[in-house]
């Protein structure tokens, strides 16, 4: 095919390129999803269920090795071996299926199956190799949309061969028939890529195949299309570091790629597999609706991703390089708080009415549809900001690997985790809801140590939501607490509005972005040292009101003060919670001498004490959160439900994270989003 006349002087991916790219990733993705409605047959089957679709992971994650010595001049030949791999790999787990009680031979086949799955590192690559970094995010959104489309034909393509296994009175034949419609994707596409595909030298002559020396001339802006992309200007001023610096940035950035991308696909699988239990079970869907359900979220999903590549590519064209960064920031920031909104859309009450349920299934649907788009679209800004961060001292290459690794890691943990939550508790919306609380936690704080931002209003009202949710549910019977008349449900209650409520944002007063929460508004470090102690001063005597109430409620009991002869978490709670307690008392009383000496004298003393507060803080929230889990002895239900110690763990989880990152290390979020860039030649200014 000639494909001289197409340009990439520009950054834009020939277009045969961008078709077989989607193809591909399509294909990959459409592969694993396949099986995902079918695990509803296996709902009984833990095990069964969770690795028939995380089997093909393992084979993924394993053929790494092998498709990333595929570089990026050598696309075609990925492409062929992917196709190839997917006919066979369909082939065998049609036979396999024959054998219905031959699980070892199901995942051997889908094991073999998802050797094709490294091929989506090779579909990247294609893609951000022969862009520039003006219109990256634009490429890393359809690359997501292509993935959003594989998750729109997989379990469509289940549904209906359930459809036509039923129709033929043959239920059995429903992954014969997969097989067999996947093998045949697999080699239309094979014969497609012999015959239209060009060759590489092809590709790279039509996009000018410019080089580190030539790619200043084409566009400032450029990211050279070659393997020594580490060659390229970056903001990092590479040759300021040492070799030492420079192999800590490659750690630490592939660390980002791996771990982001891994909570991010761990967030979207585990709510792929329960929603399609959750739909066809718990709201009695069957199997077949929830399969064509989750095709219609992938599709969702594909053209938000469009639309939103598109704004960000028009956007670029008369954008600086920072201000494209920055809106990376903004965007990856402000999404995660729409995921969030969409996550705890999903929680419902676990034993409903029937009116109750349909009420609940509109807002899982709709809670669903934003935490799912949402969380597709922070991939785009979060790979690019992972990228410009890389820039010099690590090559694209090994970024875009490092990410596949994540990705696949996730394929195989995901399905055991939703899995195992719906056996431990109950196949309902907010066990899964749970779940993504704490995928959302692990999100968040990798993508707060990427873009080295944080919003402390967001802190706090994490902080003062996870207060009021403690307080709600101790008194709610149903919630699994103990009722307002026991003096034992005060003392979560307390504890919470000491560390979290009252705590964490009097440590924050002091930082530019936290003036909602200060009870004198001045601007002078007396003002802020004001509210500080007034914040401090609620949190002491909560504390201590807190600490009375669970000593009244073992004496009432009997029990031990010293948690002798209870539980070993009860016991370690116990243990830990008495010296926190002591530290709290000492720091609040180096907190009052130190602000008498200053105001007296106006010398500083008690040097240690902010860093020492950080820590109490800290150890706050890991007794807290360990009382999360205890056993509430005066509880009907025993305690909170799983789904709702899930709720809190994650909050929890989040904010130690927030507070655990070094205060210098991270930037105050602004209010505004980066001002767009004027072109002032255009403007007719000199």
């Known amino acids: 095919m000639d494909v001289s006349r197409e340009s990439s002087r520009n950054g834009e991916v020939p277009r045969v390129l961008l078709v077989f790219t989607c193809w591909v990733c399509t294909g990959i993705m459409a592969n694993f999803t396949v099986v995902v409605p079918l695990t509803v047959y296996y709902a009984g089957k833990f095990f069964s269920s969770a690795a028939v679709v995380s089997s093909y992971a393992l084979g993924a994650l394993i053929s790494l090795t092998f498709w990333s ?61 022969f862009s520039f970094k003006t219109n990256r995010v634009k490429y890393l959104s359809y690359y997501q949309s292509f993935v959003g489309l594989g998750l729109v034909l997989g379990p469509g393509v289940s549904a209906t061969s359930l459809v036509i296994a039923n129709a033929m009175g043959r239920p059995g034949l429903r992954t014969v028939i997969i097989g067999a419609l996947m093998s045949a994707w697999g080699l239309v596409l094979l014969i497609t890529l012999l015959v239209a595909m060009p060759y590489d030298e092809d590709l790279r002559a039509a996009a000018g195949s410019p080089t580190s020396s030539t790619a200043d001339s084409h566009d400032s802006k450029a990211s050279p299309l070659s393997e020594e992309a580490e060659d390229d200007d970056d903001e990092d001023d590479a040759g300021a570091l040492s070799p030492s610096q420079r192999a800590t940035r490659r750690r630490t950035f592939w660390f980002y790629s791996c771990a982001g991308n891994f909570w991010r696909i761990f967030q979207r699988l585990a709510w792929e597999v329960g929603a399609v239990l959750i739909l ?119 970024v875009l690997l490092a990410s596949q690794y994540g990705i696949f890691l996730a394929f195989f943990f995901a399905p055991f985790a939703a899995r195992g939550a719906i056996l431990l508790d109950t196949t309902s919306p907010s066990t899964i809801a749970g779940v993504l609380v704490i995928g959302w936690a692990g999100q968040t704080l990798v993508n707060t140590a990427l873009s080295k931002r944080i919003d402390s209003r967001l802190v706090a009202a994490l902080a003062l939501g996870l207060s009021g949710l403690v307080a709600w549910s101790m008194f709610d019977h149903a919630a699994g607490g103990t009722g307002w008349p ?53 949190a002491t005597l909560f504390a201590f009101v807190g600490y009375w109430c669970i000593f009244a409620a073992h004496e009432q009991s009997g029990e031990s003060q010293l948690g002798m002869g209870e539980s070993w978490s009860r016991a370690l709670h116990v243990a830990l919670g008495y010296p926190v307690l002591l530290w709290f008392a000492v720091q609040t009383t180096s907190g009052v001498f130190k602000e008498r000496n200053l105001a007296a004298s106006g010398v ?45 763990t994650g909050i929890a989880l989040a904010l130690f994270g927030f507070r655990a990152f070094p205060d210098s290390s991270l930037k105050a979020s602004s209010d505004e ?7 002032h030649a255009a403007a007719g200014v000199l």
């Open 69 to 129: 010595q595929y570089h990026s001049r050598a696309i075609r030949p990925a492409y062929l071996t992917h196709a190839t791999v997917m006919v066979i790999g369909n082939v065998l787990f049609g036979i396999a299926s024959t054998f219905s009680r031959a699980w070892t031979l199901h995942y051997l086949a889908r094991f073999i199956v998802g050797l094709e799955g490294g091929c989506m590192y090779n579909a990247n690559l294609a893609l951000v190799s």
């Open 280 to 398: 066809a079970r718990y709201f009695h869907w069957g199997a077949i609706a929830a399969g064509y359900s989750l095709s219609s979220f992938g599709f969702a999903q594909t053209i938000a991703q469009y639309l939103y590549g598109n704004i960000r590519a028009r956007n670029a064209t008369t954008s600086s390089l920072e201000t494209i960064k920055e809106t990376s920031v903004c965007d990856l920031k402000a999404l995660e708080l729409v995921e969030l909104a969409g996550i705890l859309a999903m929680f419902s009450k676990t034993a409903a009415t029937h009116d109750w349920l349909v009420a609940f299934n509109v807002t899982f649907i709709l809670g669903s549809l934003v935490f799912y788009v949402a969380s597709c679209l922070t991939s785009a800004p979060f790979n690019d900001l992972v990228l410009w961060g890389a820039g010099s001292s690590m090559r694209y290459e090994d």
């Open 486 to 538: 026991n003096v034992f449900s005060y003392h979560p209650i307390f504890m919470a509005w000491s560390f979290y409520g009252c705590m964490t944002p009097g440590q924050l007063v002091y930082r530019d972005d936290a003036t909602i929460f200060r009870f004198f508004q001045g601007k002078a470090k007396s003002d802020l040292r004001k509210s500080h102690a007034a914040w401090m001063a609620l």
């Open 604 to 648: 500083k003393t008690f040097p240690w004490h902010g860093l020492s507060g950080k820590y109490l803080l800290l150890a706050g929230y890991v007794v807290a959160s360990l009382g999360f889990w205890l056993r509430m002895n005066y509880s009907k239900q025993g305690g909170w439900s799983l789904p709702y110690k899930f709720l809190l």
């Open 673 to 679: 989003r980066p001002p767009p860039d004027v072109d």
